[in-house]
């Protein structure tokens, strides 16, 4: 069966009409994607997460051949809750040259001109081949891209590059910093508020530990080198969220705190999670305990993106820098699947994508009509050197 031509921005406006919010199921698109391949002749493999409620995909375009080029993409967005939009998030729309829509941005054009120029790829003679690889849930933790990188680690022979196509501008990334996201359980004693010698509030002690976090990020802005690519320069901590207490007149039994940070690449990942683990252990739960036995702090890794470190990346970076036509290239502190790719296929990797990370996750989310285009050369671009030997 001959499959549908559709030129890249109705391919995205069709895969920004479903709803990939990470809460969701992705299955809608990745069916979508897996009967556009299918009719175009291309078979595509999925990789269930663990519930079977959502899937990576991964395919092969051209001969099933080493030297290839991997692009990759996430299909799940962020919420639009609460969030100020003056048009449907679900629905692309076009005003002054901006294509609004969520995951416009962060990540659907990228993938949506990839998918369009499918008909060009299959005509073209494709010596090197081209791998598409989609993941579910990268904006949760890149709780996918573990599966997906191992999976295709194993069945698709060794590529040359990897493109996380993440937005850049279409200029290329080569290093990112990691993140690690943590939940810690505050546990107190309930008491009237004005028996405080009787209980222990979970609330008070969660403070504590914000306040020790902000001791540390202090101290790491003062050693950061003054000359880093990164900005900020040092690793960065962020409470996300506190959920705790009942009532102004009762000592809080709970408080979750959320928690993380973006770690450098020239560090362990786990250097500042197991330093704070650690004063928890040893400085905070023992002054709890004093106030009543039934205090407690329970710490659970929620997920670890590793950093992408630049070394390594020589050969990606020269292949993205002459399909993007950017000489710019650079690091920056928000963490993709780069890390991952990187580390589990062992092949140089960058980020380049359309649009700019300054509209990702933002009400009114918007990718420029030139950078649909931009991505469109690259892609043709890279096509062409997939033709030559
Ligand atoms: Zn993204």
């Not at 309930?190 to 306040?211: N, R």
């Not at 902000?214 to 690519?229: F, H, K, M, Y």
């Not at 990718?367 to 690259?378: D, H, K, N, R, T």
């Amino acid at each position: 069966m001959a499959g549908e031509i559709v030129d890249s921005v109705e391919m995205l406006r069709r895969l920004v009409a479903f709803d990939t919010t990470s809460r969701n199921s992705n299955m809608e698109l990745i069916e979508y994607v897996r009967k556009y391949l299918k009719d175009h002749g291309v078979d595509s493999k999925l990789v269930p997460s663990e519930d079977g409620k959502k899937a990576n995909l991964f395919a092969t375009v051209g001969p099933m051949a080493p030297d290839g080029v991997v692009l990759s993409g996430h299909t799940d967005v962020v919420p639009v809750d609460g969030q100020p939009w003056d048009t449907d998030p679900w629905t692309l729309t076009l005003k002054d040259g901006k294509y609004y829509g969520r995951g416009t941005c962060d990540m659907k054009a990228f993938y949506a001109v990839g998918l369009a120029m499918l008909p060009e790829f299959r005509k073209a003679k494709l010596r090197k081949p081209i791998h598409f690889a989609l993941s579910y849930d990268e904006e949760v933790g890149c709780i996918g891209a573990h599966s997906l990188a191992a999976r295709m680690a194993g069945e698709v022979p060794k590529p040359r590059a990897i493109i996380i196509g993440e937005p850049t501008m279409m200029t290329v990334v080569h290093a990112h910093k990691g993140a690690q996201i943590y939940i810690t359980k505050f546990t107190g004693f309930e008491a009237h508020s004005s028996m405080t010698h009787l209980g222990v509030s979970a609330v008070h002690f969660a403070g504590e530990f914000i306040h020790y976090l902000n001791t540390v990020q202090d101290e790491l802005d003062a050693a950061a080198p003054r000359d880093s690519e990164f900005m900020p320069a040092a690793a960065t901590f962020n409470v996300g969220t506190i959920v705790g207490g009942t009532a102004g007149n009762i000592l809080a039994r709970e408080c979750e705190v959320l928690w993380g940070y973006r770690e450098l690449p020239t560090e362990p990942i786990d250097r500042l999670g197991k330093r704070a683990i650690e004063w928890l252990e040893k400085e905070l739960l023992p002054k709890m305990k004093a106030k009543h036995p039934a205090a407690d702090i329970t710490t659970q890794l929620r997920s670890s993106t590793p950093a992408f470190s630049a070394e390594g990346n020589e050969e990606a970076k020269a292949l993205a820098a002459s399909w993007s036509g950017s000489n710019t290239v650079s690091s920056v502190v928000y963490a993709t699947e780069a890390g991952i790719f990187r580390k589990t296929l062992d092949v140089p990797t960058v980020v380049c994508g359309p649009g700019d990370i300054a509209q990702a996750h933002q009400p009114n989310e918007f990718v420029l009509a030139s950078q649909i285009e931009a991505c469109e050369g690259f892609m043709r671009r890279m096509m062409e050197w997939c033709c030559r030997d």
